[in-house]
């Protein structure tokens, strides 16, 4: 009870420092950092929901740049209100996975993986046959902002929705249905001869991981204002797994805590950024090897190897 | 009649695993199924329920196909299995194995289990009370705050009936369930399995160890995919063609 308050009151500072941040940043660079950390950690945390069922997918920037694409057009072309196409973003991206859910539904692990790289690969290629609207390889400007132009009611947007969408995702988590879920992980086997569908709850998480991601790539459309071809490649699928990895997945704050390490700290030291990539690699050996349950896992190992080291000496 | 199978028949490939088996099973009691290694038991299970499909024939619980029906859509109508190996949910603990496990009954909707209402609450509170009960059943409640992989293996074995009986099945089918354990787990399991057919279950039973036919009513000896005989199991014991298929044939002759 004592360690639960004690994590209640942890995240309260932390929202309390979060809030109070502005105030002393006074860079607008750095602001436009933690906004976009905002959006990723959605991104990340969403990719997280799917994983519990044991399924990584590689092509989750592509259901990002749905949810992207859907909010620009409908906002540019038709005028609605960003209000609006945030939302639709993220079901219009939930509306996709649950189609492509199906087939998806019978693969698992790393035949999963394959076929939504694919995806995500293809989500591209879709882009550029439809440039009219998209823009193709040169991209899509002038997408109506969500915020007109200064940077902190952004932040403050993005912190709310951010917070909001986690609360979400960690009730699903934590209720029946994140239980359900992680059975089917461990054993769709056994699940299924206890009369658990696994087809229907792999295709409802993917739905919701996706709507979620649909989200973010919808409020970075109507943040940054533009949308180029290289926003959601291989790469940005590939970026929002190691950020996953880095924070932990076996733990619901990882993937807020990777995405907020490796997104903040490159901006720290900026000179150096054409290291990024060795840096990157390097951290992920480093967390393979040395902390499987990632950072977020930090603490519990810190305390294992000092009662370890304790009784050796 | 609670489960019929009629002429069925599973290929692999060239090799018959399952041929031409009829099996009836009544309501109530235990009932045996037994044969030597590679009989096709196990495959004869996976059939029943769902996991492949047959090449020809028909299973029918209580006069309604099931035949190619989908696992969890057996599951619900109330048959629940045992499995011989990867029995369980490793990383979550014996209660949370139980606790997922009662997904049938009682039901709640994905609404209600998102938005924490009163019936959803109401629902986990039962869940977390029969599934203490049926940990207590099978003496397993002492180890209920362990994480199932660490279970010594007649605990794992004894977790697969446990689960088994949370989704509250009017048939149960256990797939070896005395496989490796010691003398006094087989006994305690006999008993457990005994207590949940005194609760109004049928249970089908595959097993190699033959004390089990102790228990059963009613047993089926299968060699090679086919039935081979049917009966009490003093009837079974003196059958020539079961000694011959356990034995070899000297044994058969010196029989009679």
């Not at chain 2, 045996?32 to 769902?50: D, E, Q, S, Y």
Request: with cysteine; proline share 4%; glycine share 10%.
């Amino acid at each position: 009870m004592i360690s639960l308050r004690r994590t209640a009151i942890s995240y309260l500072l932390i929202l309390i420092f979060l809030c109070l941040l502005p105030v002393f940043i006074k860079s607008y660079y750095l602001l436009h950092v933690f906004i976009l950390t905002f959006i990723y950690i959605i991104a990340t945390s969403s990719l997280r929901l799917i994983a519990t069922s044991g399924q990584i997918s590689l092509g989750h920037a592509g259901f990002m740049s749905i949810g992207a694409y859907t909010a620009a057009i409908l906002a540019k072309e038709l005028g609605w209100s960003p209000w609006l196409t945030l939302p639709l973003g993220g079901l219009s991206t939930m509306i996709v996975a649950m189609i492509v859910g199906y087939p998806f539904s019978r693969l698992r692990l790393i035949y999963f993986s394959m076929v939504s790289l694919f995806f995500g690969i293809g989500i591209l290629a879709v882009n550029q046959v439809f440039d009219y609207y998209t823009g193709g390889f040169s991209g899509m400007m002038l997408i109506p902002p969500l915020l007109g132009s200064s940077k902190l009611p952004y932040y403050y947007f993005f912190l709310g929705l951010t917070l909001l969408c986690l609360i979400f995702m960690v009730r699903f988590e934590t209720c029946r249905i994140g239980l359900t879920i992680k059975a089917i992980a461990q054993s769709h086997t056994v699940a299924s001869s206890v009369g658990i569908n696994e087809a229907a709850y792999r295709i409802l998480i993917l739905s919701i991981g996706c709507f979620f991601a649909g989200i973010a790539g919808a409020g970075y459309a109507h943040y940054t204002l533009v949308l180029t071809h290289g926003t959601f490649n291989l790469l940005a699928s590939i970026n929002l797994v190691i950020y996953m990895l880095v924070g932990g997945i076996n733990r619901f704050i990882g993937p807020v805590i990777g995405t907020a390490v490796l997104m903040i700290l490159p901006e720290l030291f900026r000179d150096l950024k054409e290291y990024v990539p060795f840096v990157f690699s390097g951290i992920m050996l480093l967390v393979l090897f040395v902390m499987p349950d990632g950072l977020a896992g930090l603490p519990g190992q810190i305390k294992y190897w000092i009662s370890t080291h304790r009784k050796k000496g | 009649m609670l489960l019929e199978v009629i002429r069925l028949t599973k290929y692999f490939g060239g090799l018959a695993a399952i041929e031409d088996l009829d099996i009836q099973i009544d309501e109530g009691g235990i009932v045996g199924l037994i044969g030597p290694n590679g009989a096709g038991k196990t495959t004869f299970f996976n059939l029943a329920n769902g996991f492949i499909r047959p090449t020809s024939g028909e299973v029918r619980y209580k006069g309604k196909e099931i035949t190619g029906m989908k696992p969890h859509k057996i599951a619900r109508l109330g048959i629940a299995r045992s499995f011989q190996l990867v029995p369980l949910f490793g990383e979550f603990t014996t209660l949370q194995n139980i606790i997922v496990s009662c997904y049938l009954h009682p039901r709640s909707s994905l609404w209600r289990a998102f938005f924490n209402t009163a019936t959803y609450q109401r629902n986990e509170k039962y869940c977390l009370e029969h599934s203490l009960e049926i940990l207590e059943l099978v003496g397993l409640d002492k180890v209920k705050d362990e994480l199932a992989q660490n279970l010594p293996h007649g605990y794992q074995k004894m977790l697969g009936i446990a689960r088994a009986l949370a989704i509250k099945p009017q048939l149960m089918m256990l797939d070896e369930p005395l496989a490796g354990m010691n003398r006094d787990e087989v006994t305690f399991t006999m008993k457990a399995i005994e207590e949940i057919s005194d609760q109004g279950v049928t249970i089908l039973v595959v097993e190699h160890n033959m004390r089990i036919l102790d228990l059963c009513k009613k047993v089926f000896v299968i060699n090679f995919g086919r039935k081979i005989a049917e009966g009490s199991p003093e009837d079974v014991r003196q059958n020539d063609e079961v000694i011959r298929a356990y034995l070899g044939d000297g044994y058969a002759a010196s029989n009679q």
